[in-house]
């Protein structure tokens, strides 16, 4: 065994976007490609020396070829221990466990989150510092400079490490500890929820389905929730992770899990239904015949998570992305805590979670979960929505009509144009822009803007501003419309629209969210002539 310094040179277009480098498996499997972002990874850090890392993913296609190749480089840029999932399995939110746990250094996630995955699907690596959440912006802009001008990356010529069994072996100077991916991550939900008590609601009866999509959550679900909690076998379904995700698009929206939103409109529909996406990280929550909105979610969770023992003590302020609704921010006010607004992008939370200012946050984007770690948790979500029901005997039908019937309702819907010509979606958001400061005033249809700006965000903790995060129209009646431009795709570009309107009146509150909003959607393409520049008449995908 011996270490080798290789010689490369730069590729473009390596720059981080909402979350990790991500790009099709050709890409990446281009020689040196993921060679030179893994050694810009390190070269942007202090020395690993001493230092350990924590390395898994969500077992798409390229994952476990990847995983050797970090595994020798990380041996030869001095790592002292590495911790790796069996397999290379583990899901996003074990990865922040064990970082945290273990006081790991960071950690390296495979994973394209919910994008395809298979041969012609997606891979992805992102890195996360030692807090557990991923990195923030100036070491991801360090990382990608570095890719710039990185001129050589070392390797070790290791034989690759069987990581099929729990153990521990060594190459180079560097242990490598296989652990099993789910006990750490099992422990803490049990610190957290009342397991007792959903091990009733099972044994009476209760019954689930949850939707692991064949990707990660597939066996932390089954082992948590079937295993532990006494859930029937065959509660978890597509549980077993496959390179392609068996074909699906692990994406827990009613779209893609369109499947699951029928079954939950049958007669033989459950008590209540989720599904998660490909690394686990996120969450959709159906009652019989309805999916919740993640805003919705995450302002009831919020409303309620005082009967919850890990949130007993009550919660030191909750947080939502720019573009979810204002739901939660009804709930904060009520219970007097703060509620901050961020940029899209899970990084943003971290500082917030770290200096103690918020305990639950969440994103439109079927995203939520609280201090515990620094990434969103799919299963930690729907554990939250189990014990949750099992407390108060209530569905989540029941749940969301009283929470509506207390606070009003906020329709809410995203509209996706993907695969938009880049030139034609900048040129849209260009014009926007320019735009902005003749909107307020203005009326459209019964609403006056109030406010129309590009959403900068000023870290209350560190103080950093990250600018042009979105455009934001607001009406004088607390209606929203949101555009930005999505940083996580890898085909052209996608437009984000997200439309929000408030309903205080309990009688308007079973209507289609599409027909809530159709005023304020025909504002949108009043405005930003949204036809004209991507020549489509619909959005490809509504949530
Ligand atoms: C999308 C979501 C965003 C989420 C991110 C990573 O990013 O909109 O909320 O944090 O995926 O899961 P986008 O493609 O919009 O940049
Ligand atoms: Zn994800």
């Known amino acids: 065994m011996s270490v080798q310094t290789v010689s490369t040179t730069s590729f473009a277009g390596q720059e981080p976007g909402t979350s990790g480098l991500r790009k099709r498996v050709e890409v990446f499997q281009q020689a040196r490609y993921l060679e030179n972002f893994v050694q810009s990874i390190f070269d942007s ?27 020798r480089m990380a041996a030869a840029n001095g790592c002292d221990r590495i911790m790796i999932g069996q397999n290379g399995i583990l899901s996003t939110p074990a990865v922040s466990c064990l970082i945290r746990k ?63 069994r729990p153990g521990t072996t060594r190459m180079e100077n560097m242990e490598i500890v296989v652990i099993d991916p789910v006990s750490d991550y099992a422990e803490m939900m049990r610190a957290i929820f009342d ?23 597939g066996p932390y679900a089954t082992r948590i929730i079937e295993s532990e909690l006494g859930a029937p076998v065959g509660t978890v379904v597509h549980e077993v992770p496959l390179e392609d995700f068996g074909g699906h698009h692990p994406d827990p929206n009613p779209v893609n899990a369109h499947e699951l939103v029928a079954y939950m409109k049958t007669p033989a529909a459950p008590d209540f239904a989720a599904a998660t996406d490909g690394d686990a990280d996120r969450n959709m929550i159906l009652g019989q015949g309805i999916v ?65 200012k918020i305990t639950l946050c969440g994103e439109e984007s079927y995203g939520t979960s609280s201090a515990h770690i620094r990434e969103k948790d799919g299963l930690w979500a729907i554990l939250f929505w189990l014990n949750l029901i ?84 607001l009406f004088s009646d607390g209606a929203r419309i949101v555009f930005r431009l999505s940083g996580t795709g890898t085909v052209g570009a996608t437009l984000r629209i997200y439309y929000e309107c ?14 809530a909003l159709a005023s304020l959607i025909a504002t949108a393409q009043e405005i930003a002539d949204i036809a004209g520049y991507t020549g489509m008449s619909a959005p490809t995908v509504i949530t």
Not at 45 to 68: M, P, W, Y
Not at 399 to 416: I, P, T
Request: aromatic share 8%.
């Open 390 to 473: 099992a407390v108060t005997g209530k569905s989540v039908n029941a749940l969301a009509s009283q929470h509506w019937a207390h606070y009003g309702r906020n329709y809410y819907s995203r509209h996706d144009y993907e695969q938009v010509r880049e030139d034609k979606a900048n040129a849209l958001m260009r014009a926007l822009r320019e735009k902005l400061s003749a909107l307020p005033g203005k009326r459209y249809a019964t609403r006056a803007v109030t406010l129309a700006d590009d959403f900068c965000y000023l870290d209350p903790v560190d103080h950093s501003a990250s600018e042009n995060q979105g455009v934001r129209i």
């Open 292 to 356: 919740l909105t993640p805003s919705d979610s995450l302002a009831i969770l919020a409303a309620h998570a005082t009967r919850i023992p890990g949130y007993a003590g009550g919660l030191a302020g909750v947080a939502r992305s720019m573009p979810t609704s204002t739901a939660v921010d009804r709930v904060a006010a009520e219970m007097n805590i703060p509620c901050f607004e961020t940029p899209t992008g899970w990084k943003f939370f971290g500082n917030l979670m770290d200096a103690g």
């Open 45 to 71: 850090l202090d020395s690993l020396e001493g230092k350990t890392l924590v390395l898994g993913g969500d077992g798409r296609f390229h994952n476990r070829a990847a995983i050797q190749i970090i595994l």
């Open 502 to 515: 408030f309903e205080p009146d309990t009688r308007k509150h079973d209507d289609d969210p599409q027909i």
């Open 195 to 217: 397991f007792d008590a959903i091990r009733r609601l099972f044994a009476g009866g209760f019954r689930m389905r949850l939707d692991a999509m064949n990707a990660v959550c």
């Open 102 to 164: 273990y006081q790991a250094y960071g950690g390296i996630v495979l994973s394209a989150s919910h994008n395809p995955g298979g041969p012609d699907g997606d891979f992805g690596i992102k890195f996360n510092i030692s807090n557990g959440g991923p990195a923030p912006e100036k070491i991801t802009q360090a990382i990608y400079e570095r890719t710039l001008s990185i001129t050589a990356y070392r390797i070790s010529d290791a034989p690759p490490v069987d990581i099929s």
